[in-house]
T-cell receptor, first 116, second 115 residues
């Protein structure tokens, strides 16, 4: 069955520290897509990144980087030199190819608190 | 480009009352989703529309929840009668065509509190 696990419920760091948010997924499909969304206190889910199962290249965007490893079914997210504005709940999500319509299956979320 | 719009942003009702939420997707997006997010959890899909047709409503509690998207643009989600466990954030999202793996863009959500 499809499932996304974010084992870290809450993480607290001091500004400028690096932090990694873990995401482990389960799927029986060979074609699937993985996403990260950020949910600030305002409540809106902000799209960060989308990867498909055939592209295992790591990606870097500014202070953000993502490490996708099919061998361990993980799609981890690292913030380098964290800032207070990074404080939010971060969600990892899975979309399976056989699950027509693009339904997203979300993890429980990791609440990141960056203190000055 | 305008994002997904939702209203109201907040709603407080008594149990057994009815409530309705409205969503206007990004212009040109054929697919619209309603998700329910209970405090401390990730969003869960309630219903998905492709234009004005329902693609997936398998997790919609049909005895009390209903949704429509009559003209294939904006949508309304209704709860009648509400229960205490319906307290949650209701998120609307849209995507261009609803294809597998397509990015969904979310609105600000409606926070519902049922007393």
């Amino acid at each position: 069955a499809q499932k996304v696990t974010q084992a870290q419920t809450e993480i607290s760091v001091v500004e400028k520290e690096d932090v990694t948010l873990d995401c482990v997924y389960e799927t029986r499909d060979t074609t699937y897509y993985l996403f990260w969304y950020k949910q600030p206190p305002s409540g809106e889910l902000v799209f960060l990144i989308r990867r498909n199962s055939f592209d295992e290249q790591n990606e870097i965007s500014g202070r953000y980087s993502w490490n996708f490893q099919k061998s361990t079914s993980s799609f981890n997210f690292t913030i380098t030199a964290s800032q207070v504005v990074d404080s939010a709940v971060y969600f990892c999500a899975l979309s399976e190819f056989y699950n027509q319509g693009g339904k997203l299956i979300f993890g429980q979320g990791t609440e990141l608190s960056v203190k000055p | 480009e305008a994002g997904v719009a939702q209203s109201p942003r907040y709603k407080i009702i008594e149990k057994r009352q009815s409530v309705a939420f409205w969503c206007n997707p990004i212009s040109g997006h054929a697919t619209l989703y309603w998700y329910q997010q209970i405090l401390g959890q990730g969003p869960k899909l309630l219903i998905q529309f492709q234009n004005n047709g329902v693609v997936d409503d398998s997790q919609l509690p049909k005895d009390r929840f209903s949704a429509e998207r009559l003209k294939g643009v904006d949508s309304t989600l209704k709860i009648q009668p509400a229960k205490l466990e319906d307290s949650a954030v209701y998120l609307c999202a849209s995507s261009l065509a609803g294809a597998e793996g397509e990015t969904q863009y979310f609105g600000p959500g409606t926070r519902l509190l049922v007393l």
